[in-house]
């Protein structure tokens, strides 16, 4: 379980060999856990995630999604 980014207390990473799913990541703070899908960056699932944090999160994948399909591509 590769984390690739810790910001504003959000955990984001990747399960390793997760098969030939298309490139996404999980998300984790206190309770909440979500997954986003990385092309487009769109919400797949969300577990105790406000809408607030999920805008925010949103942002960050945004802005990091070029190095986090980097870390994709490495860890797959």
């Known amino acids: 379980m590769p ?4 910001i504003r ?3 984001f990473f990747f399960f390793s060999q997760e098969g ?4 996404h990541i999980h998300v984790n703070k206190g309770g909440g856990s979500a997954k986003f ?3 487009p960056v769109k919400l797949e699932y969300n577990d105790g995630f ?5 805008r ?6 945004e802005r990091h ?3 986090l399909i980097q ?3 490495e860890i797959e």
Not at 20 to 23: G, L, Q, V, Y
Not at 56 to 61: F, P, Y
């Open 37 to 39: 899908w990385l092309r």
């Open 9 to 11: 207390g959000f955990k």
């Open 71 to 73: 870390a994709w591509n």
């Open 65 to 67: 999604e070029a190095e």
């Open 3 to 6: 984390t690739v980014l810790r």
């Open 56 to 61: 925010a999160i949103i942002e960050i994948l």
């Open 20 to 23: 030939n799913k298309p490139a």
């Open 50 to 54: 406000k809408k607030q944090e999920l």
